[in-house]
């Protein structure tokens, strides 16, 4: 089955470093895309990538998608305190329903003040 | 606010009770979704409407009932739980149309604790 796996499953560091998390999924897609979760809240969505881009932007935010390799990686530069979050990917089917969303199981950021 | 709303927060309850979560978007969109949130595992699909039909129901147990009365309520119809029920239970909502992949915007779950 399809699943979406991050890596690290955590990660810690101080404010002002740069975080990048990375996905990997095991069938072809349409889309990919990156949610963050705080504490007790639910999933907000970041950004969206298409099968047929490689690197997308939004503000500190930089996504990109090798589809040959079946992975994607999500860097957020210059973290703040407020970035601590747990980080999904989801992605769909090719060919199956668009908005039949698989999430993997997260990395935990914590940034450090 | 993400313009969904899920009603209760929390929700305590015994094997043997009848309890049901609610879910509002006021979005305007067309499509809801039930998802169930455990420790240490991904979030899993259990249900999706699109334009109040059932179209996804993921080998969910009978004892989790959906209902969609309209496109901007969800109700998810609890009976005879167990305890590894317990869960975050999250509710989202997307535009479904000629665009694929809309974002789903989600509430902030019900936890749910089965005694």
């Known amino acids: 089955s399809q699943q979406g796996e991050e890596d690290p499953q955590a990660l810690s560091i101080q404010e002002g470093e740069n975080a990048t998390m990375n996905c990997s999924y095991k069938t072809s897609i349409n889309n990919l895309q990156w949610y963050r979760q705080n504490s007790g809240r639910g999933l907000v969505h970041l950004i969206l990538i298409r099968s047929n881009e490689r690197e997308k932007h939004s503000g500190r935010l930089r996504v990109t998608l090798d589809t040959s390799k079946k992975s994607s990686s999500l860097l957020i530069t210059a973290s703040r305190a407020a970035d601590t979050a747990s980080y999904f990917c989801a992605t769909d089917a090719k060919g199956g329903a668009t908005n039949k969303l698989i999430f993997g199981t997260g990395t935990l950021l914590a940034v450090q003040p | 606010e993400t313009g969904v709303t899920q009603t209760p927060r929390h929700l305590v309850m015994g094997m043997t009770n009848k309890k049901s979560l609610k879910c509002e978007q006021h979005l305007g969109h067309n499509a809801m979704y039930w998802y169930k949130q455990s420790a240490k595992k991904p979030l899993e699909l259990m249900f999706v409407?699109?334009?109040?039909?059932?179209?996804e129901n993921n080998s969910v147990p009978s004892r989790f009932s959906p209902e969609c009365p309209n496109s901007s309520h969800l109700f998810l119809h609890l009976h005879t739980l167990q305890p590894e029920d317990s869960a975050l239970y999250l509710c989202?909502?997307?535009?479904?149309?000629?665009?694929?992949?809309?974002?789903?915007?989600f509430g902030d779950g019900t936890r749910l604790s089965i005694l």
């Open positions: 409407y699109n334009f109040k039909e059932q179209t």
């Open positions: 989202a909502s997307s535009q479904v149309g000629e665009v694929s992949n809309q974002p789903q915007h």
